[in-house]
């Protein structure tokens, strides 16, 4: 298979598959992410996680304010495809032709399905069944260029949106190596999306994680999953917040206890049970305002909840 030269932009932890697969296999000349921000309780600068891989791998790295100002970098470099995952920018038309043989984007959904920036955590939201990876010729749309090749995997029952993250990561790059590799040889299929069958899966932020006791427990079991790890579902209990994880556990009745009411439950006795419009949910993993994360058993044992209690309030 030729070798290709390729220009790399994504930004976060779960681009770096796809940029070692790319990296091994072909001639990345650039890499291109987002500047680097300050974070943690310090509020340090710290390196964006693909910056951090491409220097381990001696590629040149650019962080522009704006994507067009790679522009002049990428005409003196010439890389014959842009590989695109998770950069957190749109390109614009002129950097999408900056490339002979075009951009690609991975995606992590079966598009058209989860069109937008939280593919994965709307699709156990949404209690999908499946998902999967795309790639795709990009265009100047939101996630609507042809398709190229897509790859479906199951979602588990006890899927987190982080433990899911992890598996399509791996599973972006066993699409993108195919797909360069059709691109190399001129035989990449290109497939138009029904763009009427199209689904959105908007930006979530931190305030969609507070969770409404009266939506049923199998709702509130797909935000808990779903949230994890970011933004992070969580109630109140005595008006400070307590941040809620998997695993998770649908129970039948709620005891005929009001929404939000904490249940002492003998199916699920060392997790946190709380009643829910219709059904209750038990919780494994719990994070008190303050504390450190922790099984709920530990967490009803000290200052916890007792049974009776009511969460939300």
Same mark, same amino acid.
């Given at each position: ?6 220009? $790399? ?41 693909? %910056?951090?891989?491409?220097?381990? @791998? ?35 038309? %002129? ?9 690609? =984007?991975?995606? $992590? ?27 795709? $010729? ?25 433990? @899911? ?88 009745? =709620? ?43 530990? $967490? ?14």
């Amino acid at each position: 298979m030729r070798r290709l030269r390729l220009a $790399f932009w994504g930004t976060p932890d779960i681009a770096l598959p796809c940029l070692r697969a790319a990296a091994a296999e072909h001639q990345v000349v650039l890499c291109l992410t987002q500047p680097d921000r300050p974070a943690g309780r310090g509020r340090k600068l710290r390196r964006q996680p693909v %910056a951090a891989v491409a220097d381990e @791998l001696g590629i040149e790295v650019l962080q522009p304010a704006k994507a067009d100002e790679a522009l002049e970098r990428l005409a003196q470099l010439e890389p014959e495809v842009l590989v695109v995952l998770a950069y957190g920018q749109l390109l614009s038309p %002129a950097v999408l032709a900056a490339a002979p043989l075009g951009a690609v =984007n991975i995606h $992590f959904s079966l598009l058209p399905q989860l069109r937008g920036a939280a593919p994965i955590n709307w699709a156990i939201l949404r209690g999908l069944e499946r998902t999967g990876v795309t790639s795709m $010729f990009m265009d100047k749309g939101l996630d609507t260029g042809d398709m190229i090749f897509q790859k479906a995997c199951p979602i588990g029952t006890q899927e987190t949106a982080g433990s @899911l993250a992890g598996r399509l990561a791996e599973m972006g790059a066993q699409v993108l190596l195919p797909t360069l590799e059709a691109l190399a040889t001129g035989s990449a299929p290109r497939q138009p999306q029904n763009h009427a069958a199209a689904t959105w899966a908007p930006m979530l932020s931190k305030g969609e994680g507070l969770l409404d006791w009266g939506q049923s427990a199998a709702e509130l079991d797909r935000r808990v999953r779903g949230l994890d790890p970011w933004p992070g579902a969580y109630t109140l209990l005595g008006g400070k917040p307590l941040k809620l994880f998997a695993p998770t556990m649908i129970l039948e009745g =709620n005891q005929g206890q009001a929404p939000g009411t904490v249940l002492a439950s003998p199916d699920a006795p060392e997790m946190l049970c709380v009643a829910c419009g219709q059904g209750a949910l038990a919780l494994g993993s719990v994070q008190a305002a303050g504390k450190r994360r922790m099984e709920a058993a530990e $967490f009803l044992r000290g200052a916890g909840p007792a049974p009776g209690e009511r969460l939300g309030v």
